[in-house]
């Protein structure tokens, strides 16, 4: 899903406008979340949207854990309603310790570690470099990072 057309060697079978979202879901098979929190994505993997994911769907969350409905998806995945979940964040970090996802057989919980891969400390740099190139010619920052 993406607000803006398709750029020249995105390698996607598909592609929809946010308004489309709901209906690509009952087609799901994995529904990845990867987006920044802003006021348009927080809770917007509501239990409405999770009741359109087939059973056998499963959700990975490696954006921020306000995006999803976490009572939902908890009730969800108790259910069998949705086959399980991959979780890198949750809504409250450190997780609970109360919190039924710890015992759920159908969940795999890791440490908010996701975006530790080869070459993003390098990205990161170069990031940061043109930044604050731009920020000292006094124009635009192409690489914003979203309000929080």
Avoid: K
């Avoid at 750029?7 to 979202?21: M, S």
């Avoid at 170069?126 to 690489?143: K, S």
């Amino acid at each position: 899903m993406r607000r803006s057309p398709r750029a020249a060697g995105d390698a996607v079978d598909e592609l929809v406008h946010p308004r489309d979202f709901d209906a690509v879901l009952p087609r799901a098979d994995w529904l990845v979340v990867a987006a920044p929190r802003t006021p348009e994505t927080e809770g917007a993997i509501s239990a409405a949207r999770l009741a359109l994911l087939p059973p056998h769907a499963h959700l990975i969350n490696i954006a921020r854990g306000a995006i999803v409905d976490e009572p939902a998806l908890i009730e969800a995945l108790r259910s069998g309603a949705l086959a399980g979940a991959y979780l890198d964040v949750v809504a409250q970090e450190p997780l609970d310790p109360a919190s039924p996802l710890w015992d759920l057989p159908n969940v795999i919980l890791t440490p908010h570690s996701s975006w530790a891969a080869q070459g993003n400390a390098e990205r990161a740099r170069l990031i940061f470099l043109e930044n604050l190139e731009c920020w000292l010619r006094g124009e635009p920052l192409p690489q914003a990072i979203a309000e929080r």
